[in-house]
């Protein structure tokens, strides 16, 4: 069990890369490579059962072979040592029992080494039972102003984080102002940390050393469901719930629906999500907005604009 949730995860982790990446996979014409390494993952994840199936099959067929030594000699002792009228009525008896005697020591063994296998499952459990909670989500004493943070300053003086206690540190002290309103870019090459400052400032990773203030005030002093409910992230991956249209809008029911449209109309979703029998509360399966083919043949479409220039400009480049 140990060895396969080991080797299990390294299983679905290399798949849904795939899986992810399976347009550059292909751009670079190594599909045999993914191939074979999936298939050599899935041994590698196979051979522990195979290993343990062939160990009980093994012990079982000793354990059997034991069985069937002690009965045939006390049924050939008691044959041999004649006791009594009645002996063999009692062999008869004794050699049934005997022979259920030889499947019940296999069960019962069985069952002991699967329970041995599955109590792995509750020591994790244990462990998990000690892992550190989060901080707590408010602390009464310290709670930001409903409006903040009005401006949007962000100060961070001399952050560093690490993931775990003796991990190497990821980000080394970063200084940096942001004033409130500027829209900024974070450059950096890939595990830079980029991800690592935003995670830092939603504390889901939290600073060993330095501080971020937000409007001066100190994120580390504040409860976190405070924190992160006044901030917003749009991730660079879309999430959709399964759920109507406004679940996954507003979760939390904090919203009117008259705000819910005017959204919906800036994003230019007002008229799909209006054409719906149910509007708002209508579930429906995810489908594609525009096919590229239709958006690149639409007069003004700005999809259909970027290609064009697209092969404009390879084809200048490849002349
Ligand atoms: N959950 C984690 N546990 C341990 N180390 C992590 C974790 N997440 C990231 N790291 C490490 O922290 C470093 C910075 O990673 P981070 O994801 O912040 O980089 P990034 O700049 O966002 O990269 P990318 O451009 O690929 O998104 C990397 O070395 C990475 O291995
Ligand atoms: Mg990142």
């Known amino acids: 069990m140990r060895i396969n949730g080991t080797t299990q995860s390294s299983v679905a982790s290399h798949l849904a890369e795939s899986i992810a990446g399976a347009m550059t996979i292909?751009?670079?014409?190594?599909?045999?490579?993914?191939?074979?390494?999936n298939l050599d993952l899935i041994d590698r994840n196979a051979s522990p059962y195979f290993h343990n199936f062939s160990a009980s099959e093994w012990f079982?067929?000793?354990?059997?072979?034991?069985?069937?030594?002690v009965l045939s000699s006390?049924?050939?002792?008691?044959?041999?040592?004649?006791?009594?009228?009645?002996?063999?009525?009692?062999?008869?008896?004794?050699?049934?029992?005997?022979l259920s005697l030889n499947i019940f020591?296999?069960?019962s063994l069985q069952l002991q080494c699967l329970l041995a296998n599955l109590i792995v499952s509750v020591e994790r459990l244990e462990q998990y039972m000690h892992i550190p909670s989060e901080a707590p989500e408010i602390i009464e004493s310290n709670r930001p102003e409903p409006n903040w943070p009005a401006v949007g300053k962000v100060?961070?003086?001399?952050?560093?984080?690490?993931?775990?206690?003796?991990?190497?540190?990821?980000?080394?002290?970063?200084?940096?102002?942001?004033?409130?309103?500027?829209?900024?870019?974070i450059?950096?090459?890939?595990?830079?940390?980029?991800?690592?400052?935003?995670?830092?400032?939603?504390?889901?990773?939290?600073?060993?050393?330095?501080?971020?203030?937000?409007?001066?005030?100190?994120?580390?002093?504040?409860?976190l469901h405070d924190l992160r409910s006044h901030f917003a992230i749009i991730p660079q991956d879309p999430t959709l719930f399964v759920g109507s249209v406004r679940y996954n809008l507003d979760p939390l029911l904090e919203h009117t629906d008259q705000e819910i449209w005017e959204v919906l109309e800036k994003c230019q979703l007002r008229a799909v999500i209006q054409e719906k029998e149910d509007g708002?509360?209508?579930?429906?399966?995810?489908?594609?907005?525009?096919?590229?083919?239709?958006?690149?043949?639409?007069?003004?479409?700005?999809?259909?604009?970027?290609?064009?220039?697209?092969?404009?400009?390879t084809s200048n480049s490849s002349n």
């Open 26 to 37: 292909r751009a670079f014409g190594l599909e045999d490579r993914f191939f074979l390494k």
């Open 60 to 69: 079982i067929l000793r354990l059997e072979i034991l069985c069937a030594i």
């Open 74 to 98: 006390t049924t050939l002792a008691m044959a041999l040592l004649q006791v009594g009228s009645s002996s063999s009525g009692i062999i008869g008896m004794e050699m049934s029992y005997g």
């Open 105 to 107: 020591l296999v069960v």
């Open 155 to 185: 100060e961070i003086h001399n952050v560093k984080v690490r993931y775990r206690p003796n991990a190497p540190l990821v980000l080394h002290g970063i200084c940096c102002t942001i004033e409130g309103g500027y829209k900024i870019g």
């Open 187 to 223: 450059v950096g090459r890939t595990g830079s940390g980029k991800t690592t400052l935003i995670s830092a400032l939603f504390r889901l990773v939290e600073a060993t050393e330095g501080e971020i203030l937000v409007d001066g005030l100190n994120i580390s002093t504040i409860g």
């Open 280 to 313: 708002l509360n209508s579930v429906g399966k995810l489908i594609e907005y525009d096919e590229p083919l239709k958006l690149m043949s639409r007069e003004g479409s700005l999809f259909g604009q970027l290609v064009r220039e697209y092969w404009s400009r």
